[in-house]
C-alpha cells in the first residue's frame, strides 16, 4: 500500500509541477534561513567535555573593595586571588578533580634553523586539566603531578603549533622556547572540537590556544599574564607591573586573576563544596580579608556559557527573525497547498462517489507531503550549508581575515544531528502546513461537485 501511495504521490507532483515547485520552496527557505541560525546556536552551546558539563563548576568568592558595587550574576564576579585559589586546591573537599586556569602568550620556537617561530596564545594550568576537560591526545600525555609541584619546564602543544614546528612529526621529548625558556614537549593534543575558550570565562571564539604550560613554571620563569586582573583601587597603579613584570607582588596582593574549575560529580558534593567555601570565607574575615558580605558563586560551565549567549543582544535578535521569517514561508506553504488540493476537488469527488473512503484519501495525501517534506528538507539543509558558508565569509570579512579560518569554521558548520533535526522539522513542517488543505478537500461534499459536470 506504501508503495502505491509513493507511486500515486509522484504522479501529483508532477501533475501541477509550478504549485509543487512554490510549495518545496517555501519549506526550504524557510527553513534554510531558520537553520543557519540555529546551527550556529547549536555549535555555541555544545562542549567538548560531554555529560560532565553540568558537573565541572567555577569557584568565584567575592574579595573585592567594600565600595564596589553589588553583583548579582556569576557572570559579573571576578576569578580568584592567587592566595585563595592555592588554597582551595589544597583543602580536602568534595571536588573529585580541579584544575586552575590563567593566560599567557609569547614567541614559540624550535632550535632547527629552518622553521620560523610562531607567535602562541597559551594557558597556563594544570595536569588535571586534560583530563578534566577530556582533552584528546595524539601524541604523549599531559605532564605529572611532580611536574606541577616542581614547576618543570614541559608543554603541551596543540597538533597545528606541532605542524608548524616540526611538520607534524611525533616532536615529544623535543625542545622549544617560550619567550626566553625552554620547555620540553610531553604531549600533542589531536583536533579538540572546541568551539569557544570556555574555560577562561571569555568564550572567545578566534585565534585557539596553541600551548599549555604547568602554572609552577610559568611563575618562575615570569611569563606575562595575558588574563583579566581584577584590582581593588589600591593596586589599580600597579596592574602593569602585575601583568609583565612583578610577580610576587601579584601573587601577594588581593588581585583577582585564576579561574578555579572543580568536578562535583552529585548535588550531595555540590551543597558540601559550597558549605567548604562559605566557612572558609568565615575563616579568612577573621584574617582581616574580605570586606564585603559573603557572595559566593558556584555556577556550572553551562550556566556561564548561556549567560555569555543570553548577553549576545544581536543573536537573539537573528534567532527570533529567522523563526518569524520561517512561520511566514508556513503561512505561504499552507496557501500554496490549499490551492494545490482544492484542484483535486473533482477528482476526490469521483473517488468518494465510487466509494473511496476518507481516511484512504487522506492517508494518500498525507504521504504526498511527506514527499514533499522530504524534499523541501534536502532542499533546506543545502541552503543552510549555502548559508553558514556565507555567514563565516561574512564574519571572516568583518575581522578582516585575521582569525584563522579553522579557528571560527566549526561555528557555521552542519553535523549528523543537525542535518536530521533540519529533515525532521522539514517534514513536520509540510504536513502541519498541508493538514488543513487536504482535510478540506477530502471533507467537500461529492454531489455537488459532480452536479456542475
Known amino acids: 500500500m506504501l508503495a502505491y501511495n509513493l507511486q500515486l504521490a509522484w504522479l501529483s507532483l508532477k501533475e501541477h509541477p509550478a504549485l509543487t515547485a512554490l510549495a518545496v520552496a517555501a519549506i ?3 527553513l534554510g534561513i531558520l537553520m543557519t541560525i540555529q546551527a550556529q546556536s547549536h555549535q555555541m552551546q555544545s562542549l567538548p567535555v560531554g555529560e560532565d558539563s553540568d ?62 617561530p610562531v607567535r602562541a596564545p597559551a594557558v597556563v594550568t594544570t595536569r588535571e586539566f586534560f583530563s578534566l576537560f577530556k582533552v584528546p591526545f595524539l601524541y604523549g600525555s599531559g605532564w605529572s603531578a611532580e611536574a606541577d609541584e616542581q614547576g618543570a619546564q614541559v608543554a603541551v602543544i596543540t597538533r597545528s603549533l606541532n605542524n608548524a614546528l616540526f611538520g607534524g612529526a611525533d616532536s615529544v621529548g623535543q ?51 595575558y588574563t583579566r586582573i581584577d584590582c581593588r583601587p589600591a593596586d589599580m597603579p600597579r596592574m602593569p607591573a602585575y601583568r ?20 562535583l560529580p552529585s548535588s550531595e558534593a555540590v551543597q558540601d563544596y559550597q558549605d567548604f567555601v562559605s566557612s572558609y570565607v568565615d575563616e579568612q574575615k577573621t584574617l582581616g580579608r574580605f570586606p564585603r558580605e559573603k557572595n ?15 548577553n549576545d543582544s544581536r543573536f537573539k535578535l537573528y534567532q527570533r527573525l529567522a523563526w518569524f521569517f520561517a512561520g511566514v514561508c508556513l503561512l505561504n506553504a499552507i496557501v500554496i497547498l490549499l490551492a494545490k488540493f482544492i484542484r483535486k476537488t473533482k477528482e476526490v469527488a469521483l473517488r468518494r462517489a465510487l466509494g473511496a473512503r476518507r481516511n484512504t484519501l487522506l492517508m494518500q495525501y498525507l504521504v504526498e507531503l511527506v514527499v514533499i517534506g522530504i524534499i523541501g528538507g534536502l532542499l533546506g539543509i543545502v541552503l543552510a550549508y549555502l548559508g553558514l558558508q556565507g555567514m563565516l565569509e561574512i564574519y571572516l570579512y568583518a575581522t578582516d581575515y585575521m ?18 533535526t533540519a529533515l525532521l522539522i522539514g517534514i513536520c513542517s509540510t504536513v502541519i502546513a498541508g493538514l488543513y488543505p487536504i482535510w478540506k478537500v477530502c471533507n467537500i461534499a461529492p454531489a455537488p461537485q459532480l452536479k456542475t459536470d
Open 28 to 30: 526550504a527557505i524557510g
Open 55 to 116: 558537573n565541572i563548576y567555577l569557584v568565584q568568592i567575592d574579595n573585592r573593595d567594600s565600595n564596589a558595587p553589588n553583583v548579582a550574576e556569576s557572570f559579573e564576579m571576578p576569578s580568584l586571588s592567587y592566595r585563595d585559589a592555592m588554597n582551595l586546591m589544597a583543602a580536602e573537599t568534595a571536588a573529585q578533580q580541579q584544575t586552575t586556569v590563567w593566560k599567557t602568550r609569547g614567541i614559540v620556537n624550535t632550535f632547527a634553523q629552518d622553521r620560523n
Open 175 to 225: 625542545k622549544i622556547t617560550i619567550i626566553e625558556s625552554v620547555a620540553t614537549i610531553v604531549g600533542v593534543l589531536d583536533d579538540w572540537p572546541i568551539k569557544s575558550q570556555f574555560y577562561d570565562r571569555s568564550f572567545f571564539r578566534g585565534f585557539a590556544d596553541d600551548l599549555f604550560l604547568p602554572q609552577g613554571f610559568a611563575l618562575n620563569m615570569n611569563l606575562p599574564r
Open 244 to 263: 609583565l613584570g612583578n610577580v610576587q607582588a601579584l601573587i601577594n596582593s588581593e588581585c583577582s586573576w585564576i579561574n578555579l574549575w572543580v568536578k
Open 296 to 310: 559566593n558563586f558556584l555556577d556550572s560551565i553551562v550556566t556561564h556559557q548561556n549567560i555569555a549567549l543570553s
Open 403 to 420: 582569525l584563522p579560518r579553522n579557528t571560527v569554521d566549526q561555528l557555521y558548520s552542519l553535523d549528523w544531528k543537525l542535518v536530521q
